[in-house]
């Protein structure tokens, strides 16, 4: 994988960078209930030097109802700027698991017009296998000034998908495991309808990665999305359980070229939720 500032880099690249006055590491980890793990607290026992915690449930707009919903340019400003990040970054996003949340926080740079953001290619679990440093020092922080320019066409709310859905105009690409969209596994959260938007395609997002948690090759992902069934010529939107992992696959588009792309916030959290929406089963 070429190193690219825009979208993913790799340890070695953050190896070389990690002093640079203008880099800003945050650390994006983020885990679902049943994995009873605090992001927070390994977070503040450990992190790659300089990285500060930006929390996906925190930096999101919590007058929704729905989870980690995308944050309102206002509030994701002020957080940045307490955080010191801000205009004329290099921003470098990773996680505890290797590339499932990081992606989320890419996107939502991206959302906010912020494009000098990459992912790291096998996130903290990498790093550490190969020996390089880690801290539990607080970073030192600067306030910096931000502005953003919110991207509309990055993000689609459940009337759009549902439009999407009925015409066929956009390929509709769920990341959530095989058993889930099928219908066949219960959703982790309470509630909700089992089952998979009408129309859409399946690429479960852990089928992009290597064994090291890694982004695949992009002729591997460009197979694996043709093997879905997803036509890469068409206009995508990204879906998953609440958002999260859906942003794996539009980095994986992003990487492959394709740049008419948006991620459905909602996700299933909200599709799941409402009778009147249909669901499709197998």
Not at 99 to 117: E, H, I, P, Y
Not at 122 to 147: F, I, N, S, Y
Request: glycine share 8%; with cysteine.
């Amino acid at each position: 994988m070429t190193d690219d500032p825009r979208t993913l880099v790799s340890t070695d690249w953050l190896a070389a960078h990690l002093r640079d006055p203008d880099l800003r590491l945050l650390d994006a980890s983020w885990y679902l209930p049943q994995e009873n793990r605090n992001p927070r607290a390994e977070y503040e026992a450990e992190h790659i030097p300089g990285a500060r915690f930006f929390d996906i449930d925190e930096i999101a707009d919590l007058r929704s109802a729905l989870p980690h919903m995308a944050p309102p340019p206002e509030k994701f400003i002020s957080r940045m700027r307490a955080m010191g990040v801000g205009d004329g970054h290099q921003v470098v996003v990773y996680d505890g698991s290797g590339l499932r949340s990081a992606a989320r926080v890419w996107w939502t740079f991206r959302l906010m017009g912020k494009t000098d953001v990459a992912v790291l290619d096998g996130g903290l679990p990498k790093w550490k296998a190969e020996g390089h440093p880690v801290e539990d020092m607080p970073p030192v922080v600067r306030d910096r000034h931000m502005t953003v320019q919110r991207q509309a066409g990055l993000v689609k709310d459940v009337t759009q998908v549902a439009h999407a859905s009925k015409l066929g105009e956009a390929e509709i690409i769920d990341a959530r495991s095989a058993g889930r969209f099928k219908g066949t596994d219960a959703e982790p959260r309470p509630g909700l309808r089992a089952g998979h938007i009408p129309g859409s395609k399946n690429v479960p997002f852990t089928t992009l990665l290597a064994p090291d948690g890694t982004m695949k090759p992009p002729a591997e992902l460009r197979a694996i999305f043709e093997a879905a069934g997803v036509d890469l010529s068409k206009p995508a939107i990204t879906t998953c359980g609440s958002g999260v992992t859906a942003a794996v696959l539009s980095l994986a588009l992003e990487i492959l070229g394709h740049r008419n792309h948006a991620l459905y916030d909602g996700s299933w959290s909200e599709w799941g939720m409402y009778d009147d929406l249909k669901v499709a089963k197998g």
